[in-house]
């Protein structure tokens, strides 16, 4: 019976984790929302949450924001966030956000603040955490 049980468990493990894997880290889909539902709610998540709102437009369902990241530690970096977020029609009553973080890294030289230009930011851990606050929000107003 254990060993029944062990080999559920790692077929229920295994499967999660190519689910996982094989989902795009830099978009959620969100349903029950219309598009400007989503971007009025976009626009609550980012007063709530400190991003400063650069753009947004309704009609072509974007929104850019602006975020500081500080750094925690005495010789950790600050950098500028720009995250361009697109809401995509997918299907009925069923909307695509989908993220493009570009980042800055903010260095003083002279009692001056630069910034030097990363780009745009490869999948990772800055999309995953991101979609995580926004995912937290949306299922907060479910």
Request: net charge neutral; glycine share 4%; hydrophobic share 40%.
């Amino acid at each position: 019976m254990k060993a029944l049980r062990l080999i559920f468990l790692m077929s229920f493990y295994c499967l999660f984790t190519c689910y996982a894997f094989s989902q795009d880290s830099k978009s959620h889909v969100i349903s029950n929302m219309n598009s400007n539902e989503i971007l009025d709610n976009l626009k609550r998540f980012s007063l709530e949450n400190n991003y400063f709102i650069q753009n947004m437009d309704k009609e072509n369902g974007f929104v850019q924001l602006y975020y500081l990241s500080k750094g925690k530690g005495l010789f950790t970096s600050e950098y500028r966030l720009t995250i361009n977020i697109f809401v995509v029609s997918h299907a009925e009553n069923e909307n695509i956000l989908t993220l493009q973080i570009k980042a800055d890294e903010m260095y003083t030289k002279d009692f001056m603040t630069y910034y030097k230009d990363l780009g745009i930011l490869p999948e990772g851990k800055s999309y995953t955490d991101l979609l995580g606050l926004i995912k937290q929000f949306f299922d907060r107003l479910n």
